[in-house]
């Protein structure tokens, strides 16, 4: 069982910038990749930021250059430096971990609680 709780949200303005925190416990072994997603009102929830135990990383295109993943293995603890930030990030952020094996999401799925961003123009 892993858990994972976030941290950071918040209201800035635009151009603003926030850090997210997601530190995860428990069988922290059992998962190799961390990711961001965001869910705005009506809209599909969608993958903003991944990293993986290699150290590769993905963004989503509206986010490239602005944002940054990153961890923080000893506190087992992965972040999301939000940079420009821009009304259109307005959504609740979730910090989700799982593990891959040969391509495939495998075992359980772990999800935080979530943490509201509001970017005001």
């Known amino acids: 069982q892993v858990q994972l709780v976030e941290s950071g949200g918040g209201l800035v303005q635009a151009g603003g910038s926030l850090r997210l925190s997601c530190a995860a416990s428990?069988?922290?072994?059992?998962?190799?990749?961390m990711a961001w997603y965001r869910q705005a009102p009506g809209n599909q929830r969608e993958l903003v930021a991944r990293?993986?135990?290699?150290?590769?990383?993905n963004y989503a295109d509206s986010v490239k250059g602005r944002f940054t993943i990153s961890r923080d293995n000893a506190k087992n603890t992965v972040y999301l430096q939000m940079d420009g930030l821009r009304p259109e990030d307005t959504a609740v952020y979730y910090c989700?971990?799982?593990?891959?094996?040969?391509?495939?999401?495998?075992?359980?799925?772990?999800w935080g609680q979530g943490t509201q961003v509001t970017v005001s123009s």
């Open positions: 428990g069988s922290i072994s059992s998962i190799n990749v």
């Open positions: 990293s993986t135990n290699s150290g590769s990383t």
């Open positions: 989700n971990a799982y593990r891959t094996s040969w391509g495939r999401r495998v075992g359980e799925d772990y």
